[in-house]
């Protein structure tokens, strides 16, 4: 097994330092979440014998609806950005395989017309002597 390019490499240092974001995207959102439905647990929990205000509960349940909202919409949005960033990283990266790859291509078919010509010229120049092979 040959070692790892310097650009492979690179590739699976961004993939990492993605999936890291990806990760920290999660906890913060997650953590977000757990802090709404703390505050709103705290907000509609009486705090005394006496019953639930109403406005109080419709008011935090409104708020919760807000910050749920609100992580969700940042939670997606840097979703996507990481994922357009990745799905730019192997676009990237597959141009570069196919330029890699047209090159390679090149190079051969430059070998083959060459060795070509020569057997040609070698069988001209064997006819030409009259030598049989």
Excluded: C, H
Aim: aromatic share 4%; proline share 3%; no cysteine.
């Amino acid at each position: 097994m040959t070692a790892p390019t310097a650009t492979a490499t690179a590739t699976a240092d961004k993939f990492a330092a993605l999936a890291r974001r990806g990760q920290e995207a999660t906890t913060t959102a997650a953590q977000a979440v757990v802090g709404a439905l703390q505050a709103y647990a705290g907000a509609v929990t009486p705090k005394d014998s006496g019953p639930i205000d109403p406005q109080a509960a419709a008011a935090a349940t409104f708020d919760l609806a807000q910050s749920l909202l609100g992580v969700q919409r940042t939670y997606v949005t840097t979703t996507v950005a990481l994922l357009t960033e990745a799905g730019e990283t192997v676009t990237a990266e597959a141009s570069a395989a196919g330029e890699t790859l047209k090159a390679r291509t090149e190079q051969a078919t430059e070998r083959v017309v060459d060795f070509a010509t020569e057997t040609t010229r070698r069988a001209a120049t064997t006819a030409r002597n009259g030598v049989s092979v």
